[in-house]
């Protein structure tokens, strides 16, 4: 631990649930600033935009700027100036991000490409169909991830992952993913920190998309049992974290800081 210089960090259910600070987590990225560490809130939150996610964590207590904030909407707006440049786009998503969608053209008929981003009550049959639609007559599928489910107030959410599925499958197509899982927003947030993957880690409640993931890529994968982190998820999973904390306050004491 000696040698990580850099701390990825997802936001909901490790950070805050339902946007309310976890006991503890406040105090814990306040001692990983303080160590000099770089910081990077990387997440598949698509129902808000960067600036917006940094105001209501700063509001909470979070010395954050949106300048520390990686989201998938941001990194797909990336991933299509690169791999589908001036593609007409439908986006399905429940939340306003085009402000975190730059350049990205999006129209409402005949699309190159269908973005998908979170579910809510957007991702009704309509919209779906809609969606097939597009996808048997040839347009490509952008997923900015594969969450099946996220932890609120309330208990397990239904994510658009599931929707994902139905997708692919009936219209027989894959997905290009952009947000996590995927190496290259593991890669884009390590690139922002100026961090080498195997001195930096990676903290997340999502034991596949967060920790797996991210030690795929080549970093150090911390798994905390809150948010939407279940026993037997992980005793289920495809390979096996790192570490596993109780939560993000135990971080620092793992890194060997000042508590």
């Not at 129902?47 to 989201?71: K, P, Q």
């Not at 999973?237 to 904390?245: K, Y």
């Amino acid at each position: 631990m000696a040698s990580v210089r850099a701390v990825l960090i997802d936001i909901d259910g490790v950070l805050t649930v339902s946007w309310k600070p976890l006991p503890g987590a406040v105090e814990a990225l306040r001692a990983i600033r303080a160590a000099g560490l770089g910081v990077a809130l990387v997440t598949n939150t698509t129902s808000r935009t960067r600036a917006s996610i940094a105001g209501t964590l700063g509001g909470a207590g979070f010395e954050v700027t949106a300048e520390d904030v990686l989201t998938a909407p941001s990194v797909t707006a990336a991933h299509l100036a690169e791999h589908h440049p001036g593609a007409r786009c439908a986006l399905l998503n429940s939340g306003d991000i085009t402000e975190d969608l730059t350049g990205v053209t999006l129209v409402d008929d005949d699309p190159d490409v269908v973005v998908l981003g979170g579910a809510g009550p957007e991702f009704d049959y309509t919209a779906l169909n809609r969606a097939f639609g597009f996808l048997q007559r040839g347009a490509r599928l952008v997923a900015m991830h594969r969450s099946l489910y996220w932890r609120t107030e309330a208990g397990l959410q239904l994510d658009s992952g599931a929707f994902l599925a139905g997708l692919e499958k009936a219209a027989r197509v894959e997905a290009e993913v952009t947000g996590k899982p995927s190496r290259a927003f593991f890669g884009t947030a390590l690139a922002r920190l100026g961090s080498a993957a195997d001195r930096a880690l990676m903290v997340g409640d999502d034991v596949e998309s967060d920790v797996l993931a991210a030690q795929r890529a080549g970093l150090t994968g911390v798994l905390v049992r809150t948010g939407k982190f279940q026993q037997e998820t992980l005793q289920g999973a495809s390979g096996t974290p790192h570490h596993v904390l109780d939560s993000f306050a135990d971080v620092p004491a793992l890194l060997g800081l000042p508590q």
